[in-house]
């Protein structure tokens, strides 16, 4: 059974940092990918980036160069660092796992659709 725990989300000012984690279980594919999708009150659950398990990363179009996604492969941990938060980082992030992938894809998908697992959420509250 997988299960994906996150962790790591807060109530920040504007211009503070978080830094989220989700620790993986369970997982028996030997490739896949993994992201993190946030989703605020009203609005459609949003890919903010993924990771292949070789390491290769791929941002989601709203994301403005201030988040960092990596990964210990060792601890079955992903991360999302998240720099210089604004109010309208204000959601609910999860992370999630796809199912089996070929090793030889380049990126993974940031659409919601590729991902068969889900966390539970963290929330992240920014004020300014």
């Known amino acids: 059974q997988v299960q994906l725990v996150e962790s790591g989300g807060g109530s920040v000012q504007a211009g503070g940092s978080l830094r989220l984690s989700c620790v993986a279980s369970g997982i028996a594919y030997s490739n896949y990918c993994m992201g993190w999708f946030r989703q605020a009150p009203g609005k459609e659950r949003e890919g903010v980036a993924t990771i292949t398990r070789a390491g290769r990363t791929n941002y989601g179009a709203s994301v403005k160069g201030r988040f960092t996604i990596s990964q210990d492969n060792a601890k079955n941990t992903l991360y999302l660092q998240i720099d210089n938060l604004q109010p309208e980082d204000t959601a609910t992030y999860y992370c999630?796992?796809?199912?089996?992938?070929?090793?030889?894809?380049?990126?993974?998908?940031?659409?919601?659709?590729?991902?068969?697992?889900w966390g539970q959420g963290t929330q992240v509250t920014v004020s300014s």
């Open positions: 999630a796992a796809s199912r089996w992938t070929a090793p030889w894809v380049w990126q993974c998908a940031t659409s919601r659709d590729e991902y068969t697992y």
